[in-house]
């Protein structure tokens, strides 16, 4: 299945505001974002931010590297035209994550809360995370947001992987520490639960020889 067509068409026929993970703000991700402490010029990478309103309260909050990576032309534009002139101080990268090329240890916070579940199959995590360690810098942070497992096992008409605290720090694997882990209660607009699993991790700081 070519993803990239299943996001374009998902939102080319339905409102924003209507697909399954909106949420006018990601209150979750911008309150772990704050507590972090990250300076302002700190690097941060949205995988699969799309149209999500999340570079908005990051540009507000003062935020002035971010970049946005979605597989979907049309999400991204949406959040662009959005924006407006703001626009221009965000970096925009028209991906699939799995095959994005991203610079080396560039990235102080990795936020995803809409990609990883969607990786079903064991390459495509296994990209994902050969991405994830070659891009974040040692010390560097990941917010990662997943189903739960009592979560529905789709989402927008695809299958997703649930994960419990274990399996998903076992998933991520040696390099990193669970900073710390909670729960958010998401509602669809059509009024479905999807209970996520949020975790924060912090890449291991390099060994000194």
């Keep these: ?23 006018p703000h990601l209150d979750t991700s911008l309150t772990w974002i704050q507590e972090l402490n990250l300076p302002r010029r700190a690097r941060i990478l949205d995988v699969g931010g799309g149209a999500s309103t999340l570079v908005d309260d990051l540009l507000t909050l003062g935020f002035e590297d971010i970049t ?63 991405r994830l360690r070659r891009a974040l810098r040692p010390g560097g942070f990941l917010i990662l947001a997943t189903f739960s497992p009592e979560a529905p096992p789709t989402c927008s ?22 900073v710390r882990h909670g729960r958010e209660h998401h509602v669809t607009p059509g009024g479905i639960a999807q209970p996520y699993l949020y975790t924060c991790f912090q890449r291991n700081e390099e060994e000194k020889p």
């Excluded at 979907?72 to 626009?87: D, I, K, Q, V, Y």
């Excluded at 799995?98 to 995590?125: K, Q, S």
């Excluded at 008409?157 to 669970?178: A, N």
């Design 157 to 178: 008409g695809l299958p997703v992987v649930r994960y419990d605290l274990e399996t998903l720090v076992r998933t991520i694997g040696p390099g990193f520490h669970l």
């Design 68 to 130: 946005v990576l979605d597989l979907s032309a049309t999400a991204l534009a949406h959040a662009r035209a959005r924006l407006g002139a703001r626009a221009d101080r965000v970096t925009w990268m028209e991906a699939d994550i799995t095959e994005a090329a991203l610079p080396e240890a560039a990235y102080d916070l990795w936020h995803d809360r809409a990609v990883f579940h969607f990786l079903t199959e064991p390459d495509d995590r296994a990209h994902y995370l050969e």
């Design 1 to 23: 299945m070519n993803r990239g067509a299943h996001w374009e068409r998902i939102y080319a026929t339905q409102p924003v505001e209507r697909v399954g993970w909106y949420r």
